[in-house]
């Protein structure tokens, strides 16, 4: 009965861990050089869930945070240091292929997902409590 | 031989085993909570009315035979193992819809509804045996 609050924990971490990536993508949204300082746009990043807790138990987990490799809007600004220096494109910026509403969605999302894990373990809790109390 | 037959006899052990059922059913639903939106994922379930058929059908062959042993048949999803635990198996809820295009079938009003009604049979067993074992223990003391 125990491990059940495993598989709870299981789910908040990895809704965590979405939240994390979430907060970070709109945290760079407007971010056009890299963690190294080279110039190019911050790509959006996605949690991948996956059943079990990874060690060969029930719930959830985060199997891998992948990058959206997807293009980003492209704004005209010459005289931006990060501006693409040739081809086609030359004289643009390269924006993060943040879209907002999608972040606030899947925020949304994650958070009800949270709750709902959180819901499932006051009720195991609860139901912990309970059978503890036949002994007194 | 009389505590036997009391712990053994009429609701104890079917509340018993109604406590370890519910127990069991709650780790399949927390499991199906936490991957509430995994894609892919096929929710698992126990068929909770086939289970108290069996421990009804169970209770009324006890009654009829006056056997000391309580004995529940094994189910499609559940059994008794050699030492007198219950054990389970989840199956896969067949996708009935085809509202996600990874078939999967998460509901999680279902799944918390279900929680619920099970938290409920839980509470509702260990009160009725709490309240079984008060009243042996008074039996016991031999006083009010």
């Known amino acids: 009965m125990f491990g059940v609050l495993d598989i709870s924990t299981s789910g908040l971490v990895a809704q965590r861990v979405r939240m994390d990536t979430i907060a970070g993508n709109i945290a760079n949204a407007q971010a056009t050089r890299r963690e190294d300082g080279v110039p190019g746009p911050f790509k959006r990043r996605m949690a991948l869930f996956a059943t079990g807790d990874g060690n060969g138990g029930a719930g959830v987990h985060v199997a891998n945070v992948v990058e959206d490799t997807s293009r980003g809007n492209l704004v005209w600004e010459p005289n931006h240091p990060d501006a693409i220096k040739s081809g086609q494109n030359k004289g643009y910026v390269e924006y993060p292929n943040v879209d907002y509403p999608t972040e606030m969605v899947n925020a949304m999302m994650a958070s009800r997902a949270y709750e709902a894990n959180i819901t499932a373990m006051t009720v195991t809790k609860d139901m912990i409590s309970s059978t503890l109390r036949l002994l007194a | ?144």
Do not use: C, W
């Open chain 2, 1 to 144: 031989m009389i505590f036997a037959d009391m712990v053994n006899r009429d609701t104890v052990p079917v509340l018993e085993k109604l406590l370890a059922y519910t127990e069991a059913r709650q780790r399949v639903l927390a499991e199906n909570v936490a991957n509430i939106d995994n894609p892919h994922y096929r929710t698992k379930q126990l068929d909770a009315k086939a289970f108290q058929q069996a421990l009804r059908a169970a209770a009324d062959r006890q009654k009829a035979t006056g056997s000391s042993e309580f004995e529940l048949p094994a189910g499609e999803d559940f059994r008794t193992d050699d030492e007198g635990r219950l054990q389970v198996t989840p199956t896969e809820r067949p996708a009935e819809n085809v509202l996600f295009h990874d078939g999967t079938n998460a509901s999680v009003e279902r799944q918390m509804a279900m929680m619920a009604e099970n938290a409920m049979m839980h509470q509702a067993a260990s009160e009725l045996l709490r309240g079984k074992f008060a009243s042996l223990l008074k039996a016991i003391k031999g006083q009010s």
